[in-house]
């Protein structure tokens, strides 16, 4: 009897997954381990691999389709062999129609996710200025020219709208995704006269915009030309984050600490490591080591809400947010309080790179005990972020801006940080998260205290 394929549970958190391509086609010599499909989960996209050797008999679903995990994808099998108990198999399932938008005009684009689980390219905020840790996809060096598969060019969905209101033909960019794949980056970079024409331009140009006027890079429209709007299905990691954050912002019991360090002592710290010429160390790699000595002076912070109980961690595994085209993912420092300043800055910008790329594996992105979001690069003054569960606590971290404040006594003007930190009140009370967050200032003020 044939053996059915089903979804498999490719992570931790994931319940459904979507059929992005099929690797194996009906009539391929299948053996164990071998790749059948690649499937976007909530985090990544993923191989799906063959638990039996045989034939593949059939294809269950479409490219495109999104199932629950357990449910069948496909059957292997002896050539000819009944499928599910059913007739003998034969050619592969029909596709299903590409969905189209609520007017019915244009198809909504069902585009190859990146081949593996990592991260994407690196970016040059994490060296330089904060050293934010939610860092947009920024230019890099050109990567392999794009792939075609059966013609059309890989790309993703805001790269392509974006090319057709510039003009731009795609065959002509040079894709820095995953296998060459063309992303938002890298028609922004492109010169907007590069390529023949997908749409004729109009003959009166409008005004700009006035972000365009007042200097601010333009954004790409997400709705298509001549439409009032556009629906756009939700990807597997945007429903995970719609999920997991109404679960924390509804019945978690949030309050919020703010306070304000003086980074001066800081700002001189990290010059004086920088011309030492051993690798760049960022703002942003202080403020994640700062945090993970508070924490371990502060081990009632570092902590998970677990419904029955509260569980207390013994080491400090460091989540950061870090923005990617579709979402937002935690890479963990483990045991970040026992790693040096070098150790972490490294360590964060590889996770980092590897989080856009999507080439993050399971065990890379969970498990965290705290974690950091800046949006500093933003030029945000303070914000409150929301609590990641089972974690009890989040660190909002804000630019670094110079201000005049009062310093021994007369008003100078000193570079200053807010920090906002999220608390779950079923773990953590207000003494104790500002006692932690008294501690982490102290230590960013005095980054001697950091190496003792």
Not at 217 to 245: C, H, N, W, Y
Request: contains cysteine; proline residues 10%.
């Amino acid at each position: 009897m044939a053996t059915t394929v089903v979804m498999e549970a490719l992570s931790p958190t994931m319940e459904e997954g979507r059929l992005v391509e099929w690797k194996k086609q009906p009539g391929d010599v299948v053996a164990v381990g071998d790749v059948l499909a690649e499937v976007e989960t909530d985090k990544a996209v993923m191989e799906l691999v063959a638990r039996a050797a045989g034939s593949l008999l059939q294809h269950a679903v479409a490219p495109g389709t999104t199932v629950p995990v357990g449910n069948p994808v496909a059957y292997i099998g002896q050539p000819g062999e009944a499928v599910n108990g059913g007739a003998p198999s034969a050619a592969p399932a029909p596709a299903a129609p590409t969905p189209k938008d609520t007017q019915g005009t244009q198809p909504v684009p069902q585009e190859p996710r990146p081949t593996s689980m990592p991260p994407a390219p690196p970016a040059a905020a994490a060296t330089e200025g904060h050293g934010e840790v939610v860092m947009p996809a920024t230019g890099v060096a050109a990567g392999p020219a794009p792939t075609h598969d059966g013609g059309r060019v890989k790309a993703s969905p805001l790269a392509r709208k974006l090319a057709a209101e510039r003009g731009l033909d795609l065959g002509a960019v040079t894709g820095t995704g995953p296998e060459g794949r063309i992303v938002l980056r890298d028609v922004e970079g492109a010169r907007s006269g590069a390529g023949a024409p997908a749409r004729p331009a109009p003959s009166t140009p409008a005004p700009a915009p006035a972000a365009e006027r007042a200097g601010a890079a333009p954004r790409p429209s997400l709705v298509p030309a001549g439409e009032s709007f556009a629906d756009v299905p939700l990807s597997q990691m945007r429903k995970t984050i719609a999920k997991r954050l109404a679960q924390s912002i509804g019945p978690v019991p949030t309050f919020y600490l703010t306070a304000e360090a003086d980074m001066e002592r800081a700002a001189e710290a990290r010059e004086a490591l920088n011309a030492l010429g051993e690798g760049k160390v960022s703002f942003n790699d202080i403020i994640l080591k700062a945090t993970a000595t508070a924490l371990r002076l502060h081990p009632a912070c570092n902590a998970w809400w677990q419904d029955d109980r509260i569980r207390y961690w013994s080491d400090v595994h460091l989540s950061m947010a870090v923005a990617i085209e579709d979402g937002l993912i935690t890479p963990v420092i483990r045991h970040a309080d026992r790693k040096t300043l070098r150790e972490i800055g490294a360590e964060a910008r590889d996770l980092a790179e590897r989080a856009r790329t999507r080439k993050l594996a399971p065990e890379e992105y969970t498990g965290g005990t705290f974690s950091v979001s800046n949006l500093g690069m933003f030029d945000i003054d303070e914000f409150t972020a929301i609590i990641n569960p089972p974690e009890a606590g989040i660190l909002a971290v804000g630019r670094i801006a110079e201000k005049v404040v009062a310093h021994e006594g007369q008003p100078a003007v000193r570079r200053q940080l807010r920090l906002t930190m999220s608390c779950d009140h079923r773990v953590i009370d207000g003494a104790t998260g500002a006692a932690f967050l008294r501690t982490l200032v102290r230590m960013l003020e005095n980054p001697l205290a950091l190496v003792w």
